[in-house]
């Protein structure tokens, strides 16, 4: 069985500055797509970033980034220049890419990230 | 249409009584996936289904909870007897499949807004 691990609860930012939200994954499969989600407090869930398992040159869109370790089963998220509008619910999820597989997203307990102006 | 549409936006029922929330995926996407958020925020994947069938219902609390994805008509999830523990905002996700019938990576899971249960 794939987890999810988001060991941070909580944490903050001043506006502007770079923060990493870490996120680890456990599983025996050797294909398979790692995403971040945004959860702001109108509660839509809104895809920041995804990483195929197999690439190794890590995903970059904006002002988000990733570093993906595969040997470490990390995948952390960088957030550059935060902004207000970046506070939200982050949720690192999890899809099996095996054939015949759930294809189903194995989420993170998520974290707060609060950018304060 | 361009977006999942989940309805209702919040739905309030008397414990015991019957819960029936709908999705309409994106027009085009085959796959359909149904998940509850608690309220400490984690996710939990309930059932999906590729078309009308149902591809996995491992989440699937079997006694009460039951879903549907028929042609031409949004899909459902109902609770039978709800509980105060079924309290929930319940999200519906699409995906498009290509030809092969795989999952890829560019055609990620589209969420609806969610539908927020509330049993009292």
């Known amino acids: 069985a794939q987890t999810v691990t988001q060991s941070q609860p909580e944490m903050s930012v001043q506006e502007a500055e770079t923060v990493t939200l870490s996120c680890t994954y456990d599983?025996?499969?050797?294909?398979?797509?790692l995403f971040w989600y945004k959860q702001p407090p109108s509660r839509q869930m809104i895809l920041v970033i995804r990483?195929?398992?197999?690439?190794?040159q890590n995903a970059t869109e904006n002002r988000f980034s990733v570093n993906f370790q595969k040997a470490a089963k990390s995948f952390s998220l960088k957030i550059s220049d935060s902004q207000l509008g970046d506070t939200a619910m982050y949720f690192c999820?999890?899809?099996?890419?095996?054939?015949?597989?759930?294809?189903?997203?194995?989420f993170g307990k998520g974290m707060k990230l609060t950018v304060n102006p | 249409g361009e977006e999942v549409a989940q309805t209702p936006k919040h739905l309030v029922r008397g414990e015991g009584q019957k819960a029936k929330l709908y999705c309409a995926p994106i027009k085009g996407h085959s796959y359909v996936f149904w998940y509850q958020q608690v309220l400490k925020n984690e996710f939990k994947f309930l059932i999906s289904f590729q078309n009308e069938n149902v591809f996995d219902e491992t989440g699937m609390p079997k006694e009460r909870f039951s879903a549907k994805c028929l042609p031409n008509s949004p899909c459902s999830l109902e609770i039978q007897a709800t509980k105060l523990e079924d309290s929930a905002v319940y999200f519906c996700a699409s995906s498009q499949i290509p030809g092969s019938g795989k999952l890829q990576i560019n055609q990620p899971q589209h969420f609806g807004d969610g539908t927020r249960l509330s049993i009292l």
């Open positions: 999820a999890f899809i099996a890419g095996s054939p015949g597989g759930s294809e189903k997203l194995v």
């Open positions: 990483q195929e398992a197999y690439k190794q």
């Open positions: 599983t025996s499969e050797s294909n398979y797509y």
